[in-house]
T-cell receptor, first 114, second 117 residues
């Protein structure tokens, strides 16, 4: 079975400093991996996804993630945090079996201070 | 800008009452999902439809929950009778469906916040 582990429940950064949100996955097969963001009282929005093409994936709002098979990781990064980045971030894994089932991590809350 | 819409956005009801939540998927999408989000359990998949047919509802309590797609533009999630433990945010998502087995992107609605007193 596939699963994801988000290593930090909360991450605090200052505006203008780099962001690193960590995610490790477990999957018996070649997975698809996603990062979704959820702003307070909003639905989830896709940031980026990996589907076995390029291992470095660029998403919206300056975020990117690198798929590292040897480390079973898919960490999310951004060079410079903005106040508007404060939100909950979910790492998500899915098997490419056509079944379309997503397995969500527990989420990391990003806090950005001025 | 195509979006998934959900109604109502907020619902407060008393234990034992029937609750119906509605979702309009993005036009042309052929997969629809219902999720429940709580602090304790996080995001859980309740049901999954493809081309209006239910493919998986193993995450849904069968005795009180039911999910249907009367037509391609409407998905419903009903709880009867509702209980306080059903209090959560319920999200609907839709996807375009991708041939070849790759998992496609799911587009989420804004959610229905349900409170059962």
């Amino acid at each position: 079975a596939q699963s994801v582990t988000q290593l930090d429940s909360h991450v605090s950064v200052s505006e203008g400093t780099p962001v690193l949100l960590r995610c490790n996955y477990s999957s018996s097969y070649s997975p698809s991996l996603f990062w979704y963001v959820q702003h307070p009282n909003k639905g989830l929005q896709l940031l980026l996804k990996y589907t076995s093409a390029a291992t470095l994936v660029k998403g919206i709002n300056g975020f990117e993630a690198e798929f590292k098979k040897s480390e079973t990781s898919f960490h999310l990064t951004k060079p410079s945090a903005h106040m508007s980045d404060a939100a909950e971030y979910f790492c998500v894994v899915s098997l490419n079996t056509g079944f379309q089932k997503l397995v969500f991590g527990t989420g990391t809350r990003l806090l950005v201070s001025p | 800008d195509a979006r998934v819409t959900q109604t109502p956005r907020d619902k407060v009801t008393e234990m034992g009452q029937e609750v119906t939540m509605r979702c309009q998927p993005i036009l042309g999408h052929n997969t629809v999902f219902w999720y429940r989000q709580t602090m304790m359990q996080g995001l859980e998949l309740l049901a999954y439809f493809r081309n209006r047919a239910p493919l998986d509802d193993s995450g849904m309590p069968k005795d009180r929950f039911s999910a249907e797609m009367p037509d391609a533009t409407l998905a419903t999630l009903k709880i009867q009778p509702s209980e306080p433990r059903d209090s959560a945010v319920y999200f609907c998502a839709s996807g375009p469906g991708v041939a070849g087995g790759l998992t496609d992107t799911q587009y989420f609605g804004p959610g229905t916040r349900l409170t059962v007193l």
